[in-house]
Structure formats: structure tokens, C-alpha cells
């Protein structure tokens, strides 16, 4: 099965059956705000600190993780799902800076695969 077929139906089943379930459903604002703020992070410290917030207060227990998890890695998702920042679908250190425009990326510690 192609990736694109993998993402779409973990897409399906996610939004069918677990977002609803999702400590992040209808909480978008805050969401966005975490997201801009990890975004914009440029020390690896700003950076864990957003990760932590989303951990505490959206990620920690909630029940679609693992479906969002799958979701971000097989649609090569860039952003913040599961407890964790993700670029092009993989996982990335809760450190992890993203690279800005006009600046090389930089990675400020390894990647992490495994889902926590």
C-alpha cells in the first residue's frame, strides 16, 4: 500500500473515531497559540517548554495519541501532534528548534522515533 493511501485511511479512522475523543478537540485556539510559539522558538529550552505544555495540557492521557501518532508519521506531517513536535512525518526531540526562513536548520539534539 502507498503512503498516501496509508495516510487517508488513518486520516478516516482518526477523524472518525478518535479526534472526537481527543483532549485537543475544540480547543483549537490555545493549539494554534502552542503551535505558533514552538514555531517561533529559537533555543532548544523555548522549544521543550512548548512540548511540555502540550504534554500537560492537551497529550498526556488522551486517548486519540496514539491514532495522531500514526496520523503525523504517515502523512508527513510538520507541526505538533501526540505529545510531540514532528518535520515531514518524523519525530523529533522535544528540543528540536525548526529551521527559519533566511537560516540554515539546525537540529539541536538526535530524533526520536518511538511514540511516548
Avoid at 490555545?30 to 497529550?59: G, K, M, N, Y
Wanted: proline share 3%; aromatic share 4%; with cysteine.
Amino acid at each position: 500500500m502507498s503512503r498516501e493511501v496509508l495516510a487517508r485511511d488513518a486520516a478516516v479512522k482518526l477523524t472518525a473515531a478518535e479526534m472526537p475523543n481527543g483532549a485537543c478537540t475544540r480547543r483549537g485556539r490555545l493549539w494554534s497559540v502552542l503551535e505558533r510559539a514552538h514555531r517561533r522558538a529559537s533555543q532548544p529550552e523555548e522549544a521543550r517548554d512548548v512540548i511540555t505544555a502540550i504534554r500537560e495540557e492537551f497529550c498526556g492521557n488522551c486517548a486519540a495519541r496514539l491514532a495522531c501518532h500514526q496520523l503525523a508519521t504517515t502523512g508527513e506531517y510538520t507541526g505538533l501532534a501526540a505529545g510531540a513536535a514532528y518535520e515531514n512525518g518524523e519525530r523529533q526531540d522535544a528540543t528540536w528548534t525548526a529551521p527559519k526562513a533566511g537560516r540554515s536548520g539546525r537540529r539541536t539534539s538526535g530524533r526520536s522515533r518511538e511514540a511516548s
